[in-house]
């Protein structure tokens, strides 16, 4: 049986159009041509694991999901949380955690500020 490469690069061009990224910025993420990202996301090459795995990391999604399709019914708002995590400057990024901290402490009723 062969592998529908033809599937898993269009799910990695619809990841990469939803997540707002062009393919030069995508391919500079995963440390790769932006011919090589063109190529597979058109089905025409196939990738190596690391590429994968880099592919996966930059949109935020599992590695399953990319070659599969599979995706975890309630991995999508961990997801969007670190979307939106990862689209903030460094420093935002700490005062994201700081605020999420007290938001949770407020919710759960236990301090958990210690371990952020």
């Known amino acids: 049986m062969n592998y ?17 990224l062009t393919r030069e910025h995508l ?20 990738m190596t694991v690391t590429t994968l795995r880099k592919l996966s990391s930059a949109l935020m999604v599992s590695t399953d999901y990319i070659v ?12 969007d949380v670190l979307f939106l995590y990862r689209s903030l400057s460094p420093e935002n990024q700490h005062r994201a955690l700081r605020i999420l901290g007290a938001f949770a402490e407020a919710i759960n009723d236990k301090s958990i500020s210690d371990e952020i």
């Not at 500079?28 to 090589?36: G, K, L, Y």
């Not at 599969?68 to 997801?79: F, I, L, R, V």
């Open 4 to 20: 529908p490469y033809e599937e898993t690069g269009k799910r990695i061009f619809k990841l990469r159009k939803e997540r707002g």
């Open 27 to 46: 391919a500079e993420m995963a440390d790769i041509s932006v011919q090589f990202l063109a190529d597979i996301e058109k089905g025409r090459k196939n």
């Open 68 to 79: 599969n399709g599979s995706k975890d019914p309630d991995a999508s708002e961990d997801e």
